[in-house]
């Protein structure tokens, strides 16, 4: 699948559910809603639409959320995923906030599996009380070490936010260095109403990565995920930091994924609202090749890039809907 702009693509991130155990601040409102159950598609018809992606090009398929751990019965969705690694498919990974992989770590693993990325904003325990609102960090870190322990590597997902987080990164670097993990920081990126205001939280990752060299050296790599992060190797551990930053530099160019909600939705950008529905299609009974058609169809409406900006005076997200449902 190829987009109007010569972007190959090759990366579905999938949402499995809107919900989550936690509530984290930049995320969602703390008494969010959520879908009813009849517009969430079965775990059968994402299968179905994921082998049609398959099919058609893809070659990674992230599953992600709200929290997909919580998702009953989402094993199976890795497992048939998960056999289809080597035929089409090169990579099946996982972004989860980890309170559940003390339980599933080897089921994933068994899958086929080999990489996950957890988010983890904070080693303090009582920031990390404040930022999920609901969390407890003991939960988590057991859940990564967890992971760690049934051979999977692991990615740390720390989103930056001003006087909140800043003063951990060299922690963080430090703690994962200790453990063998990557870390990956992200910019606040203004999607949903939240309770809270953003343009106080926001905080641009040059600011974080040059004070990081003060402390560390920073060596250029060409590593790349098939994401956006533009990765570094810490000299001093050997490890890779990452910087997404979707608001200080346009990281659209070299796009190369689409996003598919629970409901069936495709967000041909994270930061637009185009999307095309295969819900209905689905229950209708359409068959595999019009089902194709229907994707070509959509991939050929990717636009060029999103427009993210947090707007100081209106405070309000440029992106309606959370990233809970379409799954950072
Ligand atoms: N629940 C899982 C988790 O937290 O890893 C997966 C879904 S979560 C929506 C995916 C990622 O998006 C997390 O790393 C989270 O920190 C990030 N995220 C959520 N809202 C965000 C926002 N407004 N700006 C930047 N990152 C955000
Ligand atoms: Fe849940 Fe992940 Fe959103 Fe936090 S970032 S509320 S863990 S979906």
Redesign the pocket.
């Known amino acids: 699948m190829i987009d109007p702009f010569g972007r190959a693509i090759t990366y579905l991130r999938v ?1 499995v559910t809107d919900r ?1 155990d ?1 509530r ?1 601040v ?2 969602m409102a703390e008494d969010m809603t959520f879908l009813p159950k009849a517009e969430v598609l079965s775990l059968e018809e994402l299968d179905r639409l994921c082998a049609a992606f398959i099919r058609l090009g893809t070659r990674k398929i992230r599953i ?5 751990l919580v998702r009953r019965g989402v094993i199976s969705l890795f497992d048939s995923l998960g056999a289809r690694i080597g035929d089409g498919l090169d990579e099946l990974t996982v ?3 980890g309170s559940q992989l003390v339980r599933f770590a080897t089921d994933l693993r068994a899958a086929g599996v080999r990489r996950l ?3 983890l ?1 904070t080693l303090d325990p009582e920031k990390f009380a404040a930022i999920t609102r609901w969390g407890k960090i003991d939960k988590t870190l057991e859940g990564i070490f967890a992971a760690k322990a049934a051979g999977l590597a692991i990615k740390i ?1 720390a ?1 930056a936010m001003k006087g909140v987080n800043e003063d951990e990164f060299d922690g963080m670097i430090a703690w994962c260095g200790e453990h063998g993990f990557d870390l990956c920081l ?7 109403d939240i309770d809270g205001d953003r343009t106080q939280q926001y905080l641009p990752l040059s600011v974080v990565r040059s004070r990081l060299r003060k402390t560390w050296t920073l060596e250029d790599t060409d590593y790349q995920t098939g994401g956006p992060a533009r990765y570094y190797t810490v000299a001093e551990t050997g490890r890779r930091v990452g910087f997404i930053t979707p608001m200080t530099h346009n990281f659209c160019e070299s796009c190369n994924r689409v996003r598919l909600t629970c409901t069936g939705t495709l967000y041909m950008c994270l930061g637009q609202d185009d999307a095309a529905d295969f819900r209905r299609p689905l229950r209708a009974g359409v068959p595999d090749d019009e089902l194709d058609a229907l994707i070509v169809a959509a991939i050929a409406r990717k636009p060029k890039g999103h427009d993210f900006v947090i707007d100081r005076r209106e405070n309000r997200p440029s992106v309606a809907r ?3 449902l379409t ?2």
């Open positions: 949402s989550c936690l984290c930049y995320c992600t959320g709200g929290e997909p972004t989860t906030n990325n957890v988010s904003d997902n989103v992200i910019e606040t990126m203004p999607m949903g959370h990233m809970s799954g950072g």
